[in-house]
């Protein structure tokens, strides 16, 4: 199967577990994706949210810390930005935007705005520096994600608005902008996946230099070694395995790295 | 310009003015609203800066009684809060609210006594009435709030008072005493009034504070509050002199 329709599965399954789990219907997942139990017992906590708690008010419950440290491990180790691609409901607004973009074929106009890839990371720093700053999480309070995601697991219909802004601000406005030029989530995950072990691989022998690749990833500037050397795909790759799936000479593939050598 | 690029160009102006409009009144809305924190709530930057908005607190609530804010509600998106009118806080015995709290802004310290959590202790807000507009004190029979309060004859008690106009009916007027308040809201829940005549409101909003130099002499221990004074705080004699001296006295 194609890994892409995978990862839809993984996206929705999981919004539909925590609607179901609150609804206790289903008792897995109970809370939303700030803050969450898993099967009652396990607690997982956004590692980036408890850091800005963190530093908004040098206190928090260990209960948080120990649900961020999981989180925190599984992401730094399993693949990059894989919360990115297999989780984070504002992904299927953005693809969606781009895949209007594309019909409408937008891509070549002109953004309105010309915001960079490294803006997130000064996001990502004013964050945190402002969460210190004000004693408040600076981001998490102002977090579209939040909002989304709240809106989705708790169906209120306020986020509907807040959805179709991301999605106009996409289509109309920056050429992937959210995932790509804007989140300080999406950074904070490519900090912390520098050195995660599952990554696209790419074979110079094989390519064909159709450049296939290059066309769906969200994140083309990962892929500049495609048809040139071998190598991994850098930590801000969200995982999402389009490349994957759209190469015919098995030219990218999952495979593991080891930091050491790489 | 061809009938596609038409519908192009229109279809994202459209989209764009809706968005953008969308935004606006989202950001420039401000309906003032007080609102009111889960038992156990840490003081309102804290608890604000604290909850990481899970809505774990809002799912162990069997009452329903605790909403997460929503974009738009005017206090920090995504925190819980509760409305007494709609549903009051049922004060469990187990509150199992503040447990459910993965950060501690639900801090069951504030809630517990001899290191029990004691639904007696929660102290999300004090209930306030409006004697303008509490039929009670128009001596018409009411009292519902009185009814309906768990700590009845401790957090609302009746006063009686003689009604003059009538001069053979008492007023039986309900009084909240703040020190076994808990701001549960079951009072303004039950109140037979359109708007609510008696109502919830955060304790640092509805309550004032005395500072040292007021002691309760009588009471045993009433000047144990003084051991923390500051007394660096001098008389100024000469405003007195010449307060008195001035020519208005
Ligand atoms: S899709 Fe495959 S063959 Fe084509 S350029 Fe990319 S890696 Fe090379
Ligand atoms: S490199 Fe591949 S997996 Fe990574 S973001 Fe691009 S398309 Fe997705
Ligand atoms: S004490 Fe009980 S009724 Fe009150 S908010 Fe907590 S769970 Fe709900
Ligand atoms: S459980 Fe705690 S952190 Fe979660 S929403 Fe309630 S108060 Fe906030
Ligand atoms: S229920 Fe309302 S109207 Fe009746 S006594 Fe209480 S405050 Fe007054």
Not at chain 2, 25 to 46: C, I, Q, T
């Amino acid at each position: 199967m194609k890994i892409n329709i995978i990862r839809r599965i993984s996206q929705v399954a999981i919004l539909l577990f925590f609607i179901l789990g609150n609804l206790g219907i289903l008792p897995i997942l109970k809370g939303d994706l700030s803050s969450s139990m898993l099967f009652g017992k396990i607690p997982l906590s956004d590692p980036f949210a408890v850091l800005q708690i963190y530093l908004a008010t040098f206190s928090i419950n260990s209960v948080a810390i120990t649900g961020a440290l999981i989180i925190f491990l599984v992401y730094a180790l399993v693949a990059p930005r894989a919360f990115c691609a297999w989780v984070c409901p504002i992904n299927l607004i953005t693809d969606f935007a781009y895949f209007i973009r594309k019909k409408l074929s937008y891509s070549k106009d002109r953004n309105f705005l010309n915001i960079p890839k490294s803006f997130r990371y000064y996001f990502l720093a004013l964050s945190l520096i402002l969460s210190f700053v004000l004693s408040m999480p600076a981001f998490e309070n102002i977090s579209f994600i939040g909002v989304v995601q709240r809106g989705i697991i708790f169906t209120n219909s306020v986020a509907i608005g807040v959805i179709f802004a991301i999605f106009v601000f996409d289509t109309f406005i920056v050429d992937r902008g959210i995932c790509s030029r804007i989140c300080p989530l999406g950074a904070f995950y490519a900090v912390i996946g520098k050195f995660s072990l599952i990554r696209v691989e790419h074979i110079a022998q094989n390519c064909t230099k159709c450049m296939d690749c290059k066309v769906v990833c969200p994140e083309v500037d990962v892929l500049k070694m495609v048809g040139k050397n071998d190598g991994f795909v850098a930590s801000e790759c969200i995982s999402c395995g389009r490349c994957v799936d759209i190469c015919q000479h098995n030219a990218l593939n999952f495979s593991i790295k080891n930091n050491k050598e790489g | 310009m061809t009938r596609r690029e038409l519908l192009k160009s229109g279809f994202k102006v459209i989209s764009i003015a809706l968005a953008g409009g969308f935004v606006w009144k989202m950001a420039s809305k401000n309906d003032y609203k007080v609102f009111l924190r889960p038992p156990g709530a840490l003081d309102e930057a804290k608890f604000s800066s604290k909850c990481i908005k899970c809505a774990l607190c809002v799912k162990a609530c069997p009452y329903d009684t605790l909403k997460l804010a929503k974009f738009g509600d005017n206090m920090t998106v995504g925190t819980p809060y509760f409305t007494p009118r709609e549903i009051p806080c049922y004060m469990c015995e187990d509150i199992p609210c503040v447990p459910a709290c993965p950060t501690g802004a639900l801090d069951s310290s504030l809630v517990s006594k001899d290191d029990k959590l004691d639904a007696n202790s929660i102290r999300v807000g004090v209930a306030v009435v409006d004697m303008q507009n509490c039929v009670a004190y128009w001596g018409i029979q009411c009292d519902a709030c009185y009814r309906a309060c768990p700590l009845l004859d401790k957090a609302i008690y009746l006063e009686y008072k003689r009604n003059d106009r009538t001069a053979k009916h008492a007023f039986l007027l309900p009084v909240v005493d703040a020190a076994f308040c808990t701001g549960c809201g079951k009072c303004e829940h039950a109140c037979i009034t359109k708007k609510a005549a008696i109502f919830v409101l955060p304790r640092e909003v509805a309550l004032g504070e005395v500072g040292d130099n007021y002691v309760k002499g009588w009471e045993k221990d009433g000047d144990s509050k003084l051991q923390n004074a500051d007394t660096s705080v001098k008389l100024q004699e000469k405003k007195a002199i010449n307060y008195l001296n001035s020519e208005e006295f």
